[in-house]
């Protein structure tokens, strides 16, 4: 609870300074259950400019049916939230006022998809932040994923801007 308190006063602190927030849920029901991390989680829904979750992440944490549901329920409670919603080999799909575009995923030969999902996070953020549009950044994140699953371990396939980019090249 410490730690939760602590977290939410850094989120106010940020948001009073103008920080942008995003926020990745990465639901583990081992660690916490669904309906605690429902009342945890929702200062930070409230506040993410870039909510970045899995389909069934978002509809657990909406306790919605459908993704739809919880789409339309994140939005009454912040309707200026992008959504990245992480689809894993098969890329994501970007939600940004009110549209929404696929973004296709590469193929490679997965060695470990250990910290597939922090490389991706780190690499849309980056580009985002950097000024490309949302759906270029989830090019580029899709492609750090991409090259993140290609290694063995969480930190070995974290690929260079260098390395990215000679990625977008050969898979245009």
Request: charged content about 20%.
């Amino acid at each position: 609870d410490d730690a939760l308190a602590l977290g939410v006063a850094m989120l106010e602190r940020a948001k009073s300074q103008g920080v942008r927030i995003s926020f990745d849920p990465n639901l583990r029901p081992q660690l916490m259950s669904v309906d605690k991390a429902r009342t945890a989680f929702a200062p930070f829904l409230v506040a993410a400019d870039v909510l970045i979750p899995t389909a069934d992440e978002l509809i657990q944490l909406m306790d919605a049916e459908t993704l739809d549901d919880a789409l339309a329920s994140l939005h009454e409670i912040n309707p200026n939230c992008m959504v990245v919603l992480t689809q894993g080999a098969d890329g994501c799909r970007v939600y940004e006022d009110g549209d929404s575009v696929d973004v296709a995923g590469y193929v490679v030969t997965e060695v470990d998809p250990t910290g597939a999902g922090d490389c991706f996070d780190a690499g849309f953020l980056t580009a985002w932040l950097a000024g490309k549009s949302a759906v270029d950044a989830a090019r580029w994140a899709n492609a750090c994923g991409a090259l993140a699953v290609t290694q063995q371990g969480p930190m070995a396939g974290a690929a260079t801007t260098e390395q990215v980019e000679a990625f977008l090249q050969t898979n245009a």
